[in-house]
């Protein structure tokens, strides 16, 4: 069966510090991998990562694929109370008679203090 | 970027009615749309994958006969809700994707049902 297991499922860290966010598949026919972040209302777009070993990064945020060891991490630096949101992963993985699926992870809730 | 939106952000209805949540893709066209439902403090659920032009594909546990989805054309697609009861509360969020496989989500709609 597929599944996207995020670690950890909460994290709590001060302003400032640097977090970094997991995320591990098993499917059957991957395509991509998708980070999200989820505050208030509809989740926010981050990264889309398909090939392994090149860093995307947007500000403080960046984000790497290992299509060998099946996973991929998140990275915040010098965090900011702003960055208190719930972090999705997904794996876009299309079954055989589909031409399109995504699998959720649970989230990790990141708590960020002053 | 893209821009999803969704209509109405909020609606209150009574017990057994029916309600109906669009969701339109404004300046691209979206050969799949999915429906979410986000339960507090928890992750959002897939609830059913909507291409264009064809029947919706369920998930598991999801009744198709309470929500009927309706993706008529790239640019638009509906979720009714039926006879909706008050644990049908929630809120529901859409997302549509391009061709490279990018999603934007749309802002939500919160259904209360009294």
């Known amino acids: 069966e597929d599944k996207v297991v995020q670690s950890p499922l909460s994290l709590v860290v001060h302003e400032g510090d640097t977090v970094t966010l997991n995320c591990s598949y098993e499917v059957t026919n991957f395509r991509s991998l998708l980070w999200y972040k989820q505050e208030k209302k509809a989740p926010t777009f981050l990264f889309m990562l398909t090939s392994s070993g090149i860093e995307k990064k947007s500000g403080r945020l960046s984000s790497i694929l290992d299509k060998k060891e099946l996973f991929s991490i998140l990275n915040i630096t010098a965090t900011q109370t702003g960055d208190s949101a719930i972090y999705l992963c997904a794996v876009e993985s299309p079954p055989l008679d589909s031409n399109y699926q995504l699998i959720w992870g649970a989230g990790t809730k990141l708590i960020i203090k002053p | 970027g893209a821009v999803v939106s969704q209509h109405p952000s909020r609606v209150i209805c009574k017990s057994g009615t029916s309600v109906k949540i669009e969701c339109r893709s404004l300046d691209f066209q979206a050969t799949t749309m999915f429906w979410y439902r986000q339960f507090p403090k928890q992750s959002l659920m897939l609830m059913a994958t909507s291409n264009e032009g064809s029947k919706a594909t369920y998930e598991q546990g999801v009744e198709k006969d309470k929500f009927l989805i309706n993706h008529a054309s790239l640019t638009l697609s509906t979720l009714t809700v039926t006879s909706a009861h008050p644990e049908d509360s929630s809120f529901y969020i859409c997302?549509?994707?391009?061709?490279?496989?990018?999603?934007?989500f749309g802002e939500g709609s919160r259904l209360t049902v009294l």
């Open positions: 997302s549509a994707s391009v061709p490279a496989g990018e999603l934007f």
